[in-house]
Each structure stands twice: as structure tokens, then as C-alpha cells.
Antibody, heavy 121, light 107 residues
Framework: EVQLVESGGGLVKPGGSLRLSCAASGFTFSTYRAAWVRQAPGKGLEWVSSISGDSNYIFYADSVKGRFTISRDNTKNSLSLQMNSLRGEDTAVYYC??????????????WGQGALVTVSS | DIQMTQSPPSLSASVGDRVTITCRASQNIGSYLNWYQQKPRKAPKLLIYHASRLQSGVPSRFSGSGSGTDFTLTISSLQPEDFATYYCQQSYSTLIFTFGPGTKVDI
């Protein structure tokens, strides 16, 4: 069974840092791309960052570029998001997702349960 | 960057109704369009990928259509468990993804 489990969320002051982790199981992690998606309270979904299976390709949303860093450890089946210089507008539930490429289709087929990050003084 | 819009932002419907949600991309994205359903305090769930392909396990009352810039999600006969928020997502750029703002379907 495919599972994605986020951890590392919590309360942090503006300007602070936090590292989210996502533990993957039930599939060959290294062969899939992965992504982080966030959802601010009462708002819609916002794509944050994506990473290829071999970490050679990494992309960020403009809203987090230069502050967040996505990485993965295929030996540990783990995805991470290092978040620095956090702002109030970064307050959100952060989801990790598996990115499936099926022929000419690309989509997020499995999601974690989410980790809440609150940025407040 | 590709921008996505959805209409309507919300709609009220009854059980048994046929519901249609529209998604528009700011440029031609071919069929690289996915639909997700999200219920309160839950992770999103994939419904439709590549504009019209039904994800395994998703009821056949859900269908998707469109290509280029205009897309539609249709629920042929709304069921109580379908009251949720629906998001479209473009995957044209492969590793850069954009979601639409969502359409909330309620009673």
C-alpha cells in the first residue's frame, strides 16, 4: 500500500526556519517525482515545489523561491522541504504528493495527510 | 507562467443534479489537465487525469472533457458524498504545476 507521511510541522516565529519530512513507503520511491503542495487556512491549493526522481530537476513557485529548498534521500525513501525566512503567509497545511508520469499523463496520484505550519510571533 | 481559472467559484446543487465545472488555462496546455476533489480537513483526491481519463476507483458519474484552454468536469448525478471542493491542475510543464482556485459544491 502506498503511503506518504509528513512530519516536522509546528509553530515558528517570522524569520525562523522549519524542516518538513515525508516518509514514503509501498512503492519504489526513487522512480517517482515528488512534490510539495500547501493550503493556507480557508484557501485553495498552491503548488510549492517539485523534484525529479534523481534530484536533477528541481522547480519552485515564485512565492518560495530562494527561501525553500526541496530535497530527497532515495536510500531512506524520504522527501524534505527546508523552509527558511518564514513569513506569516507561509502558514498552511503542507502536503507531499507522489507525481506519476503515465505515458503522456502527469498527475499527483497519492498524497500525505498534511503537516500544519504556523508562522506567528 | 500558466494561470488557471475556474467557474463558478461555488455552486449550490441537490442530490441527483447534473453539475458542470469549468476550468480555463491562460495558454494551450493540450490535454495536460487534472481534476481533484477535496473534502474538509482531508487531502485532495485525484478524480480525472489527462483531461478525460478516470482514475481507478472513481465512480463513473465523474467525467472530464476539453483540450487546449477550456476544460469541463461533469458529475452526472450528484451524490451526497460529492459535496466538496473541486480543483483543476495543469501539468503541461511537467514539473511546474498550477492549480485553479477551486469550485465549492454544496447544498
Amino acid at each position: 500500500e502506498v503511503q506518504l507521511v509528513e512530519s516536522g510541522g509546528g509553530l515558528v516565529k517570522p524569520g525562523g526556519s522549519l524542516r518538513l519530512s515525508c516518509a514514503a513507503s509501498g512503492f519504489t520511491f526513487s522512480t517517482y517525482r515528488a512534490a510539495w503542495v500547501r493550503q493556507a487556512p480557508g484557501k485553495g491549493l498552491e503548488w510549492v515545489s517539485s523534484i525529479s526522481g534523481d534530484s536533477n530537476y528541481i522547480f519552485y513557485a515564485d512565492s518560495v523561491k530562494g527561501r525553500f529548498t526541496i530535497s530527497r534521500d532515495n536510500t531512506k525513501n524520504s522527501l524534505s522541504l527546508q523552509m527558511n525566512s518564514l513569513r506569516g503567509e507561509d502558514t498552511a497545511v503542507y502536503y507531499c504528493a507522489r507525481v506519476r508520469r503515465d505515458g503522456d499523463s502527469v498527475y499527483f496520484d497519492y498524497w500525505g495527510q498534511g503537516a500544519l505550519v504556523t508562522v506567528s510571533s | 507562467d500558466i494561470q488557471m481559472t475556474q467557474s463558478p467559484p461555488s455552486l449550490s446543487a441537490s442530490v441527483g443534479d447534473r453539475v458542470t465545472i469549468t476550468c480555463r488555462a491562460s495558454q494551450n496546455i493540450g490535454s495536460y489537465l487534472n481534476w481533484y476533489q477535496q473534502k474538509p480537513r482531508k487531502a485532495p483526491k485525484l478524480l480525472i487525469y489527462h483531461a478525460s481519463r478516470l482514475q481507478s476507483g472513481v465512480p463513473s458519474r465523474f467525467s472530464g472533457s476539453g483540450s487546449g484552454t477550456d476544460f469541463t468536469l461533469t458529475i452526472s448525478s450528484l451524490q451526497p458524498e460529492d459535496f466538496a471542493t473541486y480543483y483543476c491542475q495543469q501539468s503541461y510543464s511537467t514539473l511546474i504545476f498550477t492549480f485553479g482556485p477551486g469550485t465549492k459544491v454544496d447544498i
